[in-house]
């Protein structure tokens, strides 16, 4: 995962020894953090936190520097995730992770997508954790069963079940580069217009549009589904005027999908296209401001 804060900036020659010992693992450690909790901000307090624990201890005792800071981090996760699972209940609408956005497409073998998350999202906290450490960051289950405290039998079932919904999440088929510059072509001609016509012969049928205010900004509280009600959907908004006020429009990659950074009177939003086949089957619109400060 690529974002905008990779942690202290240290000059030259100036780093302490833990400092140089923690760098390499950074990003490794906020891909992992960001994955369990949906959160590009809290997922770098995570990795701040682990790094303040690694400059405390004896460095010298730690035989294996990753797979200490993996335990740490994930650890610190679980405990975020007991007090973030209560907040998430009373949440206004449909919750989406903060994007993760990044210039370039994500490597593939590195999911990040916004299906992953929600479907981890549903997941209960070791589950969620037994996959990610397993499937997605190669961790034998010996270090699993270590890092959850758990016997390794537990965890491969926590990893088992957690698969299992994960791969009923997941995209059936792949867009080709021209199905994505197409869906892309489609989405811009719309923003320009103000008008979504250009959109209908690009959407599923069954195309799903989910949208996060959090009870700060309008919009829709509860996913929009099929194509009719969603060309309904963003023609009400252009008809007031939603399209057409956006002074930037920013193509990019966000959670290693096609999308937008929009800039308009009320600041930043983000919109990340789901693109199966050959046509656009989700939006992931988030608007609120809370999720999108790292963007601002």
């Not at 974002?3 to 400092?19: F, I, K, M, Q, W």
């Not at 909790?37 to 990753?66: K, N």
């Not at 907040?87 to 956005?101: D, H, S």
Request: proline share 6%.
């Amino acid at each position: 995962m690529k974002n905008s804060d990779d942690g202290p900036v240290v000059e030259s020659g100036t780093a302490t020894g833990a400092e140089r010992e923690f760098v390499p693992h950074r990003a490794y450690l906020e891909g992992l953090a960001y994955r369990m909790l949906g959160s590009v901000s809290d997922a770098q307090d995570i990795v701040q936190e682990a790094f303040v624990r690694w400059s405390g201890v004896d460095r010298a005792q730690v035989a294996e520097p990753r797979a200490f800071l993996t335990r740490v981090v994930t650890r610190l996760c679980l405990d975020q995730l007991k007090s973030a699972r209560a907040r998430r209940e009373q949440y206004v609408g449909t919750w989406l992770p903060e994007p993760a956005v990044s210039p370039e497409p994500e490597d593939p073998a590195h999911d990040l997508s916004v299906a992953l998350l929600l479907a981890l999202e549903r997941l209960s906290p070791l589950e969620r954790a037994a996959f990610l450490l397993h499937d997605v960051f190669d961790v034998d289950y010996a270090d699993v069963a270590a890092t959850l405290e758990r016997s390794e039998a537990t965890c491969r079932q926590l990893a088992a079940r957690a698969r299992e919904h994960v791969r009923a999440e997941r995209p059936r088929f792949e867009p080709s580069p021209d199905a994505t510059e197409r869906v892309v072509a489609a989405f811009q001609a719309a923003v320009a217009s103000g008008d979504p016509a250009p959109l209908a012969q690009v959407l599923s049928e069954d195309v799903i549009f989910y949208a996060d205010g959090g009870g700060k900004r309008l919009t829709a509280l509860r996913p929009i589904y099929g194509r009719e009600k969603v060309l309904r959907f963003l023609a009400g908004v252009s008809s007031k005027g939603g399209a057409r006020s956006f002074s930037q429009v920013v193509r990019t990659q966000i959670n290693g999908q096609p999308g937008f950074l929009l800039r308009g009177p009320e600041g930043v939003e983000s919109i990340a296209l789901c693109i199966t086949g050959e046509q656009l089957t989700a939006f992931y619109h988030v608007r609120n401001p809370d999720k999108l400060r790292h963007l601002s």
